[in-house]
């Protein structure tokens, strides 16, 4: 240190937490002529936010320059009674640098009185270790003048603070990264944020390991001041059903004095990382009083009942129940709300803002009761101030605490209309603690039902099917859930609808087989020939029918023909004797490996390639022309099959014959047929006829039928095939769990 040190008179610190200071001439008090009376504020957040190790001062010492050349060192600045600081400079001119805390550095800089640069004071680089070793690194500085008596300095710590806040539910952070961090940086704070351009970035990294990071919020580092480039963040989460998410978001700059908090939200896939920033300044006892970033004001809100607000006022938690209240928002003059996000049932709307600290805006929220299975979410209520965002209130809208995975969606109204047929598992139940659940079936058909599930409080939501059920005919089927406490008291009542649709079937060896070919649009129930319609009486069967109707009616009965991907059916037509499919194209999808359901009405499907051979013996069968036939399939199973043909006329134009293949198992018939598929433009083979099949990419099965003038037979054949040769579709049932009677 130099020899000309001038240590006149002595010098106090005191870091200041109480509200209401007094102004700087009540702290003046009697001095010598020429002495200056400092207040020397250390920053901090409000209460709970700063630790005592960041707010403590251990040491102070202070450099004044004048024409950018050091003049005075101010050494080892002790506090005295009043916890006030004392300065008589040689000259009431220049500028006074304050650094706290700094001993280690300044004994390092070797600074010396007459030679030492303001340059070369503004260049002195240190790590963060250094800047964080014997408390926090601070800096402040005042200007002399001759009439300066008081003087008060706001000292800004020389590294920034990043938290990590994962407080919400149902997201457990598992590590994290930041990258480009330069591990030094000026003590002294420059007009913009910078890093000495020759030391190398690093990354910061955090492994949580076997316990994850969840439900707390925690200071993870503390980093230089830095600017000109991205500074990258990157979290692995894992959120309640177990997925693993990466979370990304990044800073533009990290400035010192700053805490920056990276905010996990959400849950589930909604799940999200923000930065949130704060200056280090004391909420409670600065000068200027708190600066107000985003909080809410309780006293001036009204609240509906059972929304709550953290202690913090940033976060507003709002019941599953339906809710209307409106908030009070505080923030800084100059600022403005921007309302970041939805969720449903609920309606945000921001109103006139005021002028002042005293209120940033009013805030009406209004919230619909939320269903079982709903999820927790997010409405973030930004403030504005420029182009940055400086603080956010976040609005919470909790679930309904019974839990509800599968199908079923319950809309406002507290009903789930599924508005089409559909059967099995349509859900699970979960209750909490203290509530029971019955059930309510409108009408006599027991269309659904609620059994116990493996754990306590969860119930599987089943519906059924009936075959043959003489009431599918698009009906609308209800059933009601009641739940309530134990003593019945508090009862909802949500509501499960659907339409009761089915197709003619037959069981043969535990399928159910559907009895016709699928026409028109293969979604459309009313497009098929319904259970109502059929035909055929239980007395009869398919087999005979189609050997003496109509014409009309065995058209009507052999369907459409179908191309994988196009759920509409392409209708036989003529031009002349020339006969075709209307809309048939060049290219389609493939049966084989889409989904069996996708070209099949809902609860039905495309067959497999077991569902066809349990008709055969092989791959490549000739049932002849047979008017009774016996054989074992390849199972070794009994089966009965009869053949026969029959020509049809279409429009008065001849289509030529027509091949009628039957079934018999135990009793049962099944008959398979149908006009024959199109292979190329306006081209058929009338009597091959394609049946749909799954899983396979090239392999279907087919009927190669002949007249029985030809002799060449009728053979029932598994083989290669174009996929977009157009098929017959014969759909099977789809396993259901629960058959009604």
């Keep these: ?132 070793a014997s408390g926090m690194v601070m800096t402040g500085r005042i200007e002399l003048d001759r009439e300066m008596i008081s003087a008060t300095v706001a000292m800004k710590r020389c590294v920034s603070r990043i938290d990590l806040d994962s407080s919400f539910e149902g997201v457990k952070v598992n590590n994290l990264k930041i990258k480009n961090i330069v591990p030094s940086g000026y003590v002294n704070e420059r007009q913009e944020a910078q890093s000495p351009e020759e030391i190398d970035p690093t990354e910061l990294m955090k492994d949580f390991g076997e316990e994850p990071f969840e439900n707390r919020k925690e200071t993870l580092f503390y980093v230089c001041e830095q600017g000109g480039r991205q500074y990258d963040v990157e979290l692995m989460v894992t959120t309640a059903d177990g997925a693993w998410h990466r979370l990304k978001t990044s800073f533009s700059v990290i400035k010192r004095n700053t805490i920056y908090t990276l905010k996990v939200y959400g849950n589930g896939a909604d799940a999200r990382v923000e930065v949130m920033t704060d200056d280090w300044e004391n909420g409670i006892s600065s000068e200027s009083g708190q600066l107000l970033k985003g909080l809410i004001d309780k006293n001036a809100s009204e609240l509906s009942e059972g929304v709550e607000i953290n202690e913090r006022g940033d976060t507003v938690f709002v019941p599953y129940q339906e809710s209307d209240f409106q908030l009070s928002l505080l923030a800084e003059e100059g600022t403005r709300l921007i309302v970041d996000g939805m969720a449903e049932g609920v309606n945000v709307v921001p109103q006139v803002a005021a002028r002042g600290l005293q209120q940033l805006a009013k805030v009406s929220v209004s919230s619909s009761r939320k269903m079982p299975g709903s999820v927790q979410e997010y409405i973030y209520l930004d403030v504005y101030k420029q182009n940055v965002c400086t603080g956010r209130v976040v609005l919470v809208f909790r679930p309904n605490p019974i839990k509800l995975t599968g199908k079923i969606r319950f809309d406002g109204n507290a009903v789930c209309d599924f508005n089409t047929y559909i059967d099995g598992e349509l859900g699970i139940l979960t209750l909490p603690e203290g509530k029971v659940l019955k059930t309510e079936i409108a009408g006599t058909a027991p269309w659904m039902k609620v059994e116990a599930g493996e754990t306590a409080g969860t119930y599987r939501i089943i519906a059924g099917w009936k075959p043959n059920d003489p009431d599918a005919d698009g009906r609308v089927q209800e059933a009601r859930l009641l739940i309530a406490d134990a003593d019945g008291s508090r009862q909802e009542t949500y509501t499960i609808k659907r339409q009761n649709w089915g197709l003619p079937v037959v069981n043969i060896n535990g399928t159910w087989w559907c009895k016709y070919n699928l026409r028109g649009n293969v979604k459309n129930f009313s497009d098929q020939i319904l259970i109502k319609n059929d035909p055929v009486s239980e007395e009869s069967n398919v087999f005979e029918y189609l050997k003496t109707c109509s014409d009309e009616d065995l058209l009507k009965a052999m369907g459409d023909q179908y191309q994988a991907g196009n759920q509409d059916g392409l209708k036989l037509t003529h031009e002349g004797d020339t006969f075709y499919y209307e809309g048939y194209q060049g290219t389609s999808g493939n049966f084989g490996t889409m989904d069996p359901t996708e070209m099949a009405p809902d609860g039905y499907q495309i067959p497999n390639y077991n569902n066809y051979r349990f008709f055969t013996w092989n791959e490549n069968c000739n049932l002849g022309y047979n008017t009774w036939g016996v054989f074992n399939n390849g199972l070794g199973q009994r089966m009965n099959f009869s ?71 009728n053979w029932f054949k598994y083989s290669n095939n174009n996929a977009q040769k157009t098929r017959t579709i014969r759909c099977v049932k789809t396993p259901v769990e629960y058959i009604y009677e």
Aim: net charge negative; aromatic share 8%; hydrophobic share 40%.
């Design 1 to 132: 240190m130099s020899k000309i040190r001038n240590l006149i008179g002595v010098c106090s610190l005191m870091i200041l937490f109480l509200c209401g200071c007094n102004s700087d001439n009540d702290i003046q008090g009697r001095l010598p002529e020429g002495t200056i009376g400092v207040r020397l504020i250390a920053s901090g957040m409000a209460e709970g936010e700063t630790s005592d190790a960041e707010c403590r001062v251990n040491e102070v010492e202070g450099f004044r320059f004048e024409e950018g050349v050091l003049e005075e060192i101010f050494d080892r600045l002790n506090p005295d009674s009043e916890g006030t600081c004392h300065l008589q400079p040689l000259q009431m001119r220049g500028t006074v640098y304050f650094l706290a805390n700094a001993g280690e550095i300044i004994r390092k800089a070797a600074l010396q009185v007459g030679q030492t640069t303001l340059e070369e004071f503004l260049d002195l680089q240190a790590t963060v270790d250094e800047l964080t």
């Design 643 to 713: 053949v026969a043909e029959r020509t049809l006329v279409v429009d008065g134009v001849e289509y030529g014959t027509i091949g009628l293949y039957d079934f018999v198992y135990n009793n049962t018939h099944w008959t398979i047929f149908g006009l024959g598929h199109q292979w190329a433009d306006k081209s058929i083979s009338n009597m091959m006829v394609l049946l749909a099949t799954y899983g396979n990419v090239n392999n279907t099965w087919l009927i190669e039928g002949y007249p029985k003038s030809d002799g060449r037979g």
